[in-house]
């Protein structure tokens, strides 16, 4: 090796050295506290829910009225300790598990599907697990892997995000891949949300404005499209959740059942509800009234101003990650907290549409509420990874 080779050898090692230093200090940071406190309150108000949502349920399965939130508790209190762990580690690390982690989550995808391995609930196969001790849906570490992978890859890029070749592509390709493999389970509204992430992030990444407007309209279109071609009758699936979407109550005892219970909690609520713990529609009139429509126990319980209190605490959450990502001190930790909070908000948005008849049933949870251990301790570990990016957020300038 020559002297230059040498000195700028020793110039690039010094140049890591102080970006690592310099890493090292910013991570010691104090983390987010509006953050971390409205994610502590939408879990705590998320179990409090749970808890009276699902006792008639939970005591005429088991017994045990509250069977179901003990289980949700005991995952919260892991997902706490992984949110407080990651929140005081640098995200920085998270670059190299990118790969690995979409690895494994295409491998339990592909699992789902092999016939005898995968659980069927309700007609779809979206489990993985042992019986009903313990089961986990794979489409959640999808989400987490696609937000990773995306993050670190697309921030490496900058300026190649303009070209089609490498700002499309790849990603595309990925998000069909992923799409290809929930929709053999089905998983409808997985799918909307994992592809809904990977756009939003390649739109921040950086790709001409013409593409989204194009993709967008190609959504509508095909949006449209489905919805005559099921009218029809050329595609039976989905047909009578689109009738029922559209006017539930031509069949209420049957494929109308689920939304037109769905509706009357809601309205049974009226503007303060009925009081807390006195819901009548959780008393076996709901189906899913602890999972997917937990939203409208809220409302007859809570009211219609309980219910805007809670989506004002979404609202605040979301809107306060993005504040964090857009001061975040670089491109992968923007990224990673846009994947993020478009996730909890979309997820959300899906949700409560779903509940009060605004978009077709499409089987998606709200977050912090609906009953699922695995998925809650994610979402906390994701939470944590917000919190980790907030703790290198650049002191602003005096003067």
Known sequence: MTREEHARARAQQEKRRATEKRSREAAKGS????????TILLTGIGLI???SASFPSAYYESGDGAYYVKRQALFAVLGFIAMAVVGKTNYQRLRGTARFVVGIALFLLILVIIPGVGITINNATRWLGFGTLFTFQPSEIAK????LYFADSISKKKEKMRDIRYGIVPYMVILAAFALLMLLEPHLSGTVLIVGIGVVM????????WLVGIGVGSVAVIGTLFVKLVESGVIRYGASRIAMWKNPWLDPQDTGYQMCQSLISIGSGGLLGV???KSRQKFLYLPEEHNDFIFAI??????MIGACIIMLIFAMLILRGFWIALHARDRFGTLLVVGIMTQVGLQTFLNIGVVTSLLPATGISLPFFSYG????ALQLLEMGIVLSVSRQIPAPRNG
Not at 202 to 209: A, K, L, Q, R, S
Not at 373 to 376: E, F, K, S, V
Request: hydrophobic share 60%; with cysteine.
């Open 31 to 38: 983390i987010d506290l509006p953050f971390l406190l409205l």
């Open 49 to 51: 829910m749970l808890f």
């Open 144 to 147: 987490l892997a696609v937000i």
């Open 202 to 209: 390649m739109i921040v990444g950086g790709i001409h404005g």
């Open 275 to 277: 009081g807390f713990g």
């Open 298 to 303: 809220v409302c007859e319980e809570l009211g």
């Open 373 to 376: 251990g695995t998925a809650l």
